[in-house]
């Protein structure tokens, strides 16, 4: 907690009290705006405005909150990415009250290391503290829980900010296990579980583990219950979590390396993997050391059964009349990744991450020799250098290892260039139009990374064209965005198909070979003669008590930024859920023929677009509906 400052607020409360009070001074004066979609945001409006100014409020939060100048500073960045992460949000005076509020508590506590309690700032802000715990609470999941802010000074060497890491990892569904399982690792690692099941709950989480458990050296760090948390969350969430060793797996930590998804539980060549008793340390009275004691046995008993259950059925069924788990655990029993293997821990040993990037079919030759490497890796323990590995066709005669896969990392080195783009031909993508979208648009479609601004950006159309005259056509490509996807500082990532389209008569190969190639793009609207909008109710839904969308078909180059729903019982719009890419859901649906309307948008401004009755009462899962209009 910070030490008790003078009578007079910092300048930042002038500077932020300005900034906000002009915001909602113009938004308030702005009555043709569209009203906000109902998702977290509406949970901050109040239905009057309150007689306190912004400053005043602001001055109040400041007397008796007790928090740093940096941490107004903080709320501010944090404003700024919830109103980025939802663009209908406007701040206005029924709203940037609660607004202020969340956005301080939130960052106190993550800046201080003493601070008060929702309670005390419930008192504060002159809100309940039901309300001040659903208002944290829907805030955070409107930044995305994205709370890292890394301070920078222009004209220095960091003439930008320096990349926030922990952000790259959480949006590729990265969670990072890299020190002892204390409580306050797992209770990060449960939350970034719980919210990547909210953001998806069908695309798969990597967990990535190099810890020691809760031991480091001698010293008992944490506690074995932590790791039960972390896995009954692993066992609890939809999407399947595929572990990664990246160095250590000791004790717990292997527990949750055998805990993921049958298949694809794996380690890299040179990690460690261990399995032991849990640790107890005990000097107290002699009722306690038993108490103690008996607790302990508990957690072993527990975690005897855990492991047992993670690993390998075979080796189950095989010894399920051997107490075999527990006499390997009497002492600490290491292990290689191969040895992992055999005895059931993990699956597979990865070498490099392009195993798992091409399909089979798409490029023989980079398939065999990747087999050849991994088979090289299981045999190079052989007590025969000569030995003869059949894997790629012909006899291959092995004298010196290095030399070997210096060759053949050479060789996959120039066909992932020349194919990276037939990852690409993977169903559905992270926009969600499944199988449509490898036929959309005849096939040309792409995937994006900056452009896909999370999940606005699908179904965009874009004219896309090369820039080396010798090999490409003028016209270039008319491509879809149907996927997320980041290359080699590209822009876009291609079909094969839209690819050749770039290219001049007869020159399709040697464009091929080029692999990463400069363009230059314009966003053009989209055509689709012969349709209407539609709407695709997915295969996932289940009637009648989830719906998820995806509009289709939509002509034109104006952005989707919200769908809703109208609410007969309670005569108003209720604002659907962006689930991800162009996907839009619901819980507990209105029954009855659905009204729904559409906030687009561009450069332009905003409109709603108005559908009546386009939803049947008996609407069906995989079944898309003619909206009979088109936004071209």
């Not at 909602?24 to 009057?48: I, K, Y």
């Not at 960045?77 to 701040?91: A, C, G, K």
């Not at 309690?117 to 829907?138: H, K, P, Q, T």
């Not at 839904?541 to 989707?560: R, T, V």
Request: glycine share 8%; hydrophobic share 40%.
């Amino acid at each position: 907690m910070a030490e008790l400052r003078g009578e007079n607020p910092p300048r930042v409360i002038s500077v932020l009290s300005s900034i906000f009070r002009n915001v909602a001074e113009v938004n308030d004066l702005a009555t043709q705006r569209p009203p906000a979609p109902q998702h977290q945001a509406s949970a901050f409006r109040g239905l009057r405005r309150p007689n306190i100014s912004v400053h005043s409020y602001l001055q109040r939060i400041f007397r008796h909150a007790d928090c740093t100048p940096t941490c107004y500073a903080v709320a501010y960045v944090y404003l700024d990415r919830f109103t980025r992460r939802h663009p209908p949000v406007f701040i206005d005076s029924l709203n940037v009250h609660r607004l202020l509020l969340t956005s301080i508590l939130t960052a106190v506590k993550f800046m201080e290391r003493i601070h008060y309690d929702n309670a005390y700032f419930a008192r504060v802000g002159g809100i309940s503290l039901m309300e001040m715990n659903n208002l944290e609470m829907d805030f955070l999941f409107g930044v995305g829980f994205e709370l890292n802010v890394i301070p920078f000074l222009r004209g220095s060497a960091w003439e930008q900010p320096p990349p926030d890491l922990p952000s790259y990892l959480y949006k590729n569904r990265i969670v990072y296990l890299a020190m002892s399982l204390t409580p306050s690792v797992t209770e990060l690692i449960l939350a970034e579980f719980l919210y990547l099941q909210y953001e998806d709950a069908e695309k798969p989480i990597y967990l990535y583990i190099n810890s020691t458990s809760t031991t480091k050296g001698d010293k008992k760090l944490g506690y074995e219950t932590e790791a039960f948390a972390i896995h009954d969350i692993m066992r609890y969430i939809n999407p399947p979590v595929f572990t990664l060793c990246v160095g250590n797996a000791w004790g717990e930590a292997a527990l949750l390396l055998a805990a993921g998804a049958r298949g694809h539980r794996a380690a890299l060549p040179s990690s460690t993997i261990m399995i032991k008793q849990p640790a107890g340390r005990y000097h107290e009275q002699a009722t306690d050391t038993d108490l103690a004691r008996i607790g302990l046995n508990n957690v072993k008993a527990e975690l005897v059964i855990l492991n047992i259950c993670n690993i390998s059925l075979r080796r189950l069924w095989t010894n399920m009349y051997d107490n075999w788990f527990e006499k390997d655990t009497r002492l600490p029993k290491y292990f290689s990744p191969r040895e992992a293997v055999e005895y059931g821990i993990i699956d597979k040993v990865l070498i490099a991450t392009y195993l798992k990037l091409f399909p089979a079919g798409h490029n023989k030759t980079i398939i065999q020799t990747a087999q050849f490497l991994q088979v090289l890796y299981n045999e190079r323990d052989s007590a025969d250098p000569g030995a003869k590995i059949q894997s790629i066709g012909k006899p291959v005669l092995l004298r010196r290892y290095g030399a070997i896969h210096t060759f053949m990392f050479s060789v996959i080195v120039e066909l992932m260039a020349r194919f990276c783009l037939m990852v690409l031909d993977a169903i559905g993508g992270a926009c969600g139009y499944g199988e449509l979208g490898r036929s959309l648009n005849g096939g040309d479609v792409g995937a994006v990374a900056r452009l896909y601004r999370n999940g606005t950006g699908c179904g965009a159309c874009y004219q896309v064209r090369c820039t080396h005259p010798q090999f490409c056509n003028e016209d270039g490509a008319k491509i879809v965005v149907t996927d997320y996807g980041q290359g080699d500082n590209t822009d876009f990532i291609l079909s094969a198909r839209g690819f050749v389209k770039l290219a001049r008569s007869n020159m399709a190969n040697e464009l091929m070979a080029f692999g990463v190639i400069d363009v230059e793009y314009r966003r053009i609207p989209c055509q689709y003669p012969g349709y209407n909008m539609m709407l695709k109710v997915t295969e996932h839904s289940k009637y009648p008590d989830y719906l998820a969308l995806i509009i289709i078909y939509q002509a034109g180059q104006k952005d989707i930024l919200a769908v809703e729903l109208w609410q007969e019982e309670c005569r108003e719009w209720k604002g659907m859920r962006r689930a991800y890419g162009g996907v839009w859901d619901m819980a507990n649906p209105p029954r009855g023929p659905m009204n729904a309307r559409i906030l687009t948008g561009d450069d332009s401004g905003q409109s709603w677009v108005q559908l009546n009755g386009v939803i049947p009462s008996g609407w069906k899962a995989g079944v898309a509906y003619d909206t009979a209009i088109q936004l071209g």
